[in-house]
């Protein structure tokens, strides 16, 4: 049983890619009194905060905010945009793809889940689980659907599994060159607001996130960002809906409110969180986390570790998958660095499972929390008995040395 007042001396890093950890400034405004959710004050704080988010989205159009997981979010933008039996193409980029795809099964949607082909030869694992999106892939399958049965395409943009960023533009071009009217349903719930994200440049039409990751707020609030042309498909989609429903958020949120009652306390801390981006400036925010991004990376490529993304070009600011030597079961070595440094790394997932760890670079984050991580991998695959090429932690600190913040 958990007991909370046991506990090292010292505080746990937590350095999974989300739950991401929490401000002090966030934590504050969690404590604060409860306020009524039909009062003058709180409508107030809802349109704030729905204008704050729009510009985190890069959107001019509604974000639906519900007091769910990303997961919900998910579900909300399927059955808010589609009918039963309708077809809908989605791409195997890693775990959170797939559990997208097993989803829409469920709900009655007859998803088509294409992938790019083959093993790779340096790790033996599934090239579509160390690449992107591929963009070619998807305007091939449209471009044969002459009759536009696929309603619409699903992919990952951040995909949390791997530490691999695709790049939605691209997407959006292959969508466009194909000449087809398909919907574009983006999952950046790892990646917003640590990761560029452009939704109506990119002519996305429902973005889904969620609050632990670049937001930096304990889980429980996930957002649905619309279209003109998803709340026209909104119209006559089918699939039952209630409390997913866009129609009376959206016209609620007109006001600053909600139909149900909102996870008050979570809202005042993604005020808090958007006063903190908005002020640093998103530019400087992902310039950020990409520096940490090449820090981590750098110690990686000191150690003789493989990335798991293997296109240099779509390395995750938010992550780095660390693959482990043949043999050696990366969930084992995770339970040996939690039990000896108080230290949490990301578990490889679905297909990558015993075959990699992930270091989280998002969140209430310095250098120094940084290479304090880096150090417990390299005491951890150490104690395994891993040979290293040489110290990741030395090549990190150089690297934050050599480029200031």
Same mark, same amino acid.
């Given at each position: 049983?958990?007991?909370?007042?046991?506990?090292?001396?010292? &505080?746990?890093?937590?350095?999974?890619? %989300?739950?991401?950890?929490?401000?002090?400034?966030?934590?504050?405004?969690?404590?604060?009194?409860?306020?009524?959710?039909? %009062?003058?004050?709180?409508?107030?704080?809802?349109?704030?905060?729905?204008?704050?988010?729009?510009?985190?989205?890069?959107?001019?159009?509604?974000?639906?905010?519900?007091?769910?997981?990303?997961?919900?979010?998910?579900?909300?933008?399927?059955?808010? #945009?589609?009918?039963?039996?309708?077809?809908?193409? $989605?791409?195997?980029?890693?775990? =959170?793809?797939?559990?997208?795809?097993?989803? +829409?099964?469920?709900?009655?949607?007859? /998803?088509? =889940?294409?992938a790019r082909p083959g093993i790779d030869a340096a790790t033996g694992l599934p090239n579509a689980w160390r690449q992107g999106i591929p963009a070619e892939l998807v305007e091939a399958r449209l471009r044969a659907d002459t009759g536009h049965a696929i309603r619409a395409v699903c992919v990952v943009h951040n995909e949390t599994s791997t530490g691999v960023t695709s790049d939605i533009a691209a997407l959006r071009r292959a969508i466009d060159a194909a000449g087809h009217p398909a919907l574009l349903l983006v999952d950046t719930i790892s990646g917003l607001a640590s990761a560029d994200y452009r939704h109506d440049e990119w002519g996305v039409d429902v973005t889904i996130s969620g609050s632990q990751k670049g937001l930096m707020l304990p889980?429980?609030?996930?957002?649905?960002?619309?279209?003109?042309?998803?709340?026209?498909?909104?119209?006559?989609?089918?699939?039952? &809906?209630?409390?997913?429903?866009?129609?009376?958020?959206?016209? $609620?949120?007109?006001?600053?409110?909600? /139909?149900? #009652?909102?996870?008050?306390?979570?809202?005042?801390?993604?005020?808090?969180?958007?006063?903190?981006?908005?002020?640093?400036?998103?530019?400087?925010?992902?310039?950020?986390?990409?520096?940490?991004?090449?820090?981590?990376?750098? +110690?990686?490529?000191?150690?003789?570790?493989?990335?798991?993304?293997?296109?240099?070009?779509?390395?995750?600011?938010?992550?780095?998958?660390?693959? #482990?030597?043949?043999?050696?079961?990366?969930?084992?070595?995770?339970? #040996?660095?939690?039990?000896?440094?108080?230290?949490?790394?990301?578990?490889?997932?679905?297909?990558?499972?015993?075959? $990699? =760890?992930?270091?989280?670079?998002?969140?209430?984050?310095?250098?120094?929390?940084?290479?304090?991580?880096?150090?417990?991998?390299?005491?951890?695959?150490?104690?395994?008995?891993?040979?290293?090429?040489?110290?990741?932690?030395?090549?990190?600190?150089?690297?934050?040395?050599?480029?200031?913040?």
């Amino acid at each position: 049983m958990l007991n909370l007042n046991q506990h090292p001396s010292g &505080r746990h890093f937590l350095q999974i890619p %989300g739950p991401s950890p929490v401000p002090d400034r966030i934590l504050r405004a969690l404590s604060l009194p409860t306020i009524d959710h039909r %009062g003058p004050e709180f409508g107030a704080l809802g349109l704030k905060l729905i204008a704050g988010l729009q510009q985190v989205f890069k959107t001019r159009h509604p974000v639906a905010i519900y007091p769910a997981s990303g997961t919900g979010a998910w579900e909300a933008a399927l059955v808010n #945009t589609l009918s039963p039996g309708d077809a809908v193409l $989605m791409v195997e980029t890693g775990q =959170f793809a797939t559990l997208w795809q097993k989803m +829409a099964l469920r709900l009655g949607l007859e /998803p088509e =889940f294409i992938a790019r082909p083959g093993i790779d030869a340096a790790t033996g694992l599934p090239n579509a689980w160390r690449q992107g999106i591929p963009a070619e892939l998807v305007e091939a399958r449209l471009r044969a659907d002459t009759g536009h049965a696929i309603r619409a395409v699903c992919v990952v943009h951040n995909e949390t599994s791997t530490g691999v960023t695709s790049d939605i533009a691209a997407l959006r071009r292959a969508i466009d060159a194909a000449g087809h009217p398909a919907l574009l349903l983006v999952d950046t719930i790892s990646g917003l607001a640590s990761a560029d994200y452009r939704h109506d440049e990119w002519g996305v039409d429902v973005t889904i996130s969620g609050s632990q990751k670049g937001l930096m707020l304990p889980p429980g609030i996930s957002f649905n960002a619309l279209s003109p042309k998803a709340l026209a498909a909104n119209a006559s989609a089918r699939l039952p &809906r209630s409390f997913w429903a866009w129609d009376e958020i959206v016209a $609620m949120n007109r006001s600053g409110y909600w /139909p149900y #009652t909102p996870s008050t306390n979570l809202l005042y801390a993604l005020h808090e969180s958007l006063e903190m981006l908005l002020g640093e400036g998103l530019e400087a925010v992902f310039a950020r986390h990409r520096r940490w991004a090449a820090g981590v990376r750098a +110690a990686v490529d000191a150690w003789g570790l493989a990335v798991q993304c293997a296109d240099p070009a779509l390395y995750s600011p938010v992550l780095t998958g660390v693959v #482990t030597p043949l043999g050696l079961d990366a969930d084992a070595l995770r339970q #040996t660095i939690h039990q000896r440094f108080d230290l949490s790394l990301g578990t490889g997932l679905g297909k990558l499972k015993g075959r $990699m =760890f992930r270091i989280g670079h998002l969140g209430d984050s310095n250098d120094l929390t940084l290479i304090a991580t880096l150090a417990g991998c390299e005491m951890g695959l150490q104690l395994h008995g891993v040979g290293l090429a040489g110290s990741g932690v030395a090549a990190a600190m150089a690297y934050f040395s050599e480029h200031s913040a």
